[in-house]
């Protein structure tokens, strides 16, 4: 049981260039999640889906788009890289725990650097 | 803006208990408090979360003040492996799996020898 999986775990784009960060779930979970940390800060939701073929936007969006392929699979594309979208990016997916309220599990992130 | 308040950071002595506080004065009646904690380089972790009852696991105690207004984690033994930064978080939607957790700064804990 892998858990929640991210490729590539490094990335170094020149600005414009373009990319995906491909995330994967082996839990079963319905719903995950794309998070940006910058150095010394608390994670930021960037989209979630909540289920298979639903996205939507979370606290910072801009620049970012996300596809849901199927229920294990969840990408975040950069179409036109900034310099300030090098972060490091989570991915993470949740499960309903009784009590009503989600435990999200996160994946290992992607340290990427926009030159 | 996160609804925690936290510590920046807490020094604790290996072995004993490191208790972490957090205010969340604004917390409304069916809100749940979660703690996560993030080791460095790592993805966060789940620990533990409570609605207005204290809570135990194999990982921690999580206390909560009768008026809700703030709780306190506790790591009954800390190991140099606890060193970590530690997120107290305000759920903010309920259910739907529209998890957005709000995370602040968090505390971060260090763990000496």
């Known amino acids: 049981n892998a858990g929640v999986t991210q490729t590539p775990k490094f990335q170094v784009l020149k600005t414009g260039q373009s990319m995906t960060l491909q995330c994967a779930q082996d839990?079963?979970?319905?719903?995950m999640y794309w998070y940006r940390q910058d150095p010394g800060m608390g994670l930021r939701l960037i989209y979630y889906?909540?289920?298979?073929?639903?996205?939507d936007k979370g606290e910072v969006p801009n620049g970012y788009n996300v596809s849901r392929l199927n229920k294990r699979e969840f990408s975040l594309r950069l179409e036109s890289a900034a310099p300030s979208q090098t972060s490091v990016y989570f991915c993470?997916?949740?499960?309903?725990?009784?009590?009503?309220?989600?435990?999200?599990?996160f994946g290992p992130g992607t340290r990427l650097l926009v030159l | 803006d996160a609804k925690t308040t936290q510590p920046p950071s807490m020094d604790c002595a290996e072995g004993r208990a490191a208790n972490l506080p957090c205010n969340h004065s604004?917390?409304?009646?069916?809100?749940?408090v979660y703690w996560y904690r993030q080791i460095h380089s790592q993805g966060p972790q789940y620990i533990i979360h409570?609605?207005?009852n204290n809570e135990t696991n194999e990982m921690a105690s999580l206390i909560i003040t009768e008026d809700r207004k703030s709780s306190t984690l506790i790591l009954p033994h800390a190991t140099l492996r606890d060193t970590a930064v530690y997120y107290c978080?305000?759920?903010?939607?309920?259910?739907?799996?529209?998890?957005?957790?709000?995370f602040g700064k968090g505390t971060k804990l260090s763990v000496k020898p």
């Open positions: 993470a997916s949740s499960e309903e725990v009784l009590g009503g309220r989600e435990t999200q599990y």
């Open positions: 839990m079963n979970h319905n719903s």
């Open positions: 889906s909540a289920s298979e073929g639903t996205t």
């Open positions: 604004t917390i409304s009646g069916n809100e749940y």
């Open positions: 409570g609605l207005k």
């Open positions: 978080i305000v759920d903010v939607n309920y259910g739907g799996s529209q998890g957005n957790l709000i």
